[in-house]
């Protein structure tokens, strides 16, 4: 049975609550109680709480222990069901949505606070100072209950709030307990790289030395972090370069490129993830960046501080397991090609994909004549829109023998070129033709003359051809990841990392097995899930590691 029941922070530490019929009307008398946490504690019967905000209760709730099952986020769902209507990027607040129903003056959202560095969090945003009335919030979600039915497919709607309303108490529960990072570890990769630190600041000995090494190929001095003076010094010796990047830097002979290059990888490291990162994040042996689920209009995943999602490979080698316990990393093979078969309903291409080994090397079988380099450059340009040159080619190679996949991504990119909303499979949406969210995905503002327009509406076309793939692929993540935290909830196993198609797990050693097992077990039920009965299959490419570089 699916109870219900709505809560709201009240003064003190309180709650207000009442519980809910189907259509979100209240069941009963609204009831205040002394303590949040207790008042959810002791109604263990109820399958799904409605609030606000997750950000703003949940984190309140693992302080004190309580762990809950199922939530319903309103402001979440006020985002996605704006998004669907064409007006993503408007205030998603609850009190943003109640001044639309009872036709006010619409308030701005409050601003995202950056995650405080090796801090826990009350929130990610900032709460109202004045909280919406409870029975105005009962009134938003009941109206919100009404819009999902109003969709194109309602269920597959309800089934993306229900989702995304999850991801934000995994997000919640990932931030508490946080990666492993071995503080000590990392101290010595940065001594091992950088060399050491000389007193007073200023850069580590071996940034020094290439930096000498850079002015000494010169023959004057030059600063190797200001790429504007990289790019004089070569424009003086006789070179011609437009930027400071190293696939242009390798086209040039000359003696500076060698140590500017490694100058360049290492100055990130020292920037990035150098002592003073390591200082701010890293705090009783955990990392935790601050997740925020469907950061980005495709859905994905982004953090709030800390350079998260961007963990570089030899960083890697600082995150370390507990002792007596080990990191299962696990990440979806091939995952948007996959995507592509289930949401095209391309018989072909999904019998295709229910291949758990190498799909590039079946559709080459399949297509061209067993050259999986070829095939893999044919789907990633019909996902990607590179359908010029040799890509036109491959494209129409693919389209004779998946002529609905590559239809599929076709007409969205129509769509996209013609204005027109485009939606993944449960119904996240793009942004609006001509919006500013819909600006700055193909990076500046609308033009006027009919060129640009047209530049412009291409660009729009590539970017909807990979949103409704790339999107459909992040709301199959999140009910994966939905599905694992219920499948170990009875383990001493914690969700630590989520990046796009790749999960880590912390647990015992003894449980590392099982946990490998669960993570294919949530991908093959989010799969059935998110698109139905298919023969597509989707398989994790999964180590059992210490260290999560030693994971690839």
């Known amino acids: 049975m699916d109870e219900r029941w709505a809560i709201a922070p009240a003064e003190g530490g309180g709650a207000l609550l009442v519980a809910l019929h189907p259509d979100g009307q209240p069941a009963g008398d609204i009831v205040q109680e002394a303590d949040l946490a207790t008042a959810v504690a002791s109604r263990p019967q109820v399958s799904r709480w409605v609030w606000r905000s997750t950000a703003e209760i949940y984190p309140r709730l693992l302080a004190a222990g309580v762990r809950v099952e199922r939530c319903y986020d309103i402001e979440t769902a006020e985002g996605l069901l704006l998004g669907h209507a064409g007006r993503l990027g408007e205030p998603r607040s609850a009190a943003a949505a109640w001044a639309r129903i009872t036709n006010q003056p619409v308030p701005p959202d409050p601003p995202m606070r950056a995650t405080e560095p090796g801090g826990e969090q009350s929130s990610l945003f900032d709460i109202e100072t004045e909280s919406l009335p409870f029975e105005a919030l009962l009134r ?254 491959n494209l129409a190679d693919l389209r004779k023998r998946f002529p609905q996949a590559v239809q599929y991504v076709d007409d969205a990119a129509r769509a996209g070129e013609e204005g027109r909303l485009v939606r993944t499979w449960l119904g996240r949406t793009c942004p609006p033709s001509g919006s500013q969210l819909d600006a700055a995905q193909l990076e500046g503002p609308p033009a006027d003359e009919p060129q640009v327009d047209g530049r412009r509406a291409r660009a729009r076309g590539r970017f909807t051809r990979n949103f409704v793939v790339q999107g459909s692929a992040a709301d199959w993540a999140v009910l994966m990841m939905a599905a694992l935290r219920q499948s170990i909830a009875s383990l001493k196993a914690e969700l630590v990392f989520f990046q796009h198609d790749e999960v880590i797990v912390h647990c015992p050693a003894d449980e590392a097995e099982q946990v490998a097992a669960a993570i294919q077990a949530a991908g093959d039920l989010a799969g059935t899930l998110c698109f139905g009965t298919t023969p597509t299959r989707f398989p994790f490419g999964t180590a059992i590691v210490e260290c999560y570089a030693d994971a690839k």
């Open 140 to 393: 938003v979600y009941a109206d919100q209950l009404r819009r999902h039915h109003d969709t194109e497919h309602p269920d597959r709607m309800r089934l993306l709030t229900a989702s995304e309303s999850s991801g934000w108490l995994i997000a919640t529960e990932m931030d508490r307990a946080g990666l492993p990072w071995s503080a000590e570890s990392h101290r010595a990769l940065l001594s091992e790289l950088l060399g050491e630190r000389y007193a007073g600041g200023g850069e580590p000995r071996r940034l020094t030395e290439l930096a000498e090494q850079v002015s000494t190929a010169f023959g004057r001095r030059v600063r190797p972090d200001l790429p504007a003076d990289v790019l004089k010094a070569f424009k003086q010796a006789g070179h011609q370069v437009s930027s400071t990047r190293r696939w242009e830097l390798e086209t040039i002979d000359h003696p500076a490129v060698e140590p500017l290059i490694e100058y360049k990888k290492l100055y990130r490291i020292y920037t990035a993830n150098g002592w003073a990162w390591l200082h701010d994040w890293v705090h009783d042996g955990r990392f935790r960046p601050g997740f925020v689920p469907g950061g980005t209009v495709s859905g994905r995943w982004i953090t709030n501080g800390g350079g998260g999602l961007q963990i570089p490979k030899v960083i890697r080698r600082a995150v370390v397991a507990d002792p007596g316990w080990r990191l299962v990393v696990a990440d979806a093979s091939q995952l948007e090609p996959r995507i592509l078969a289930a949401i095209s309903r391309d018989h072909a291409f999904m019998r295709v994909a229910g291949d758990a080994a190498d799909l590039y090397k079946a559709v080459s079988d399949s297509a061209f004549s067993g050259d999986r380099a070829k095939a893999k450059l044919a789907v990633l340009g019909a996902i990607y829109g590179q359908t010029s040159g040799d890509g036109l080619k």
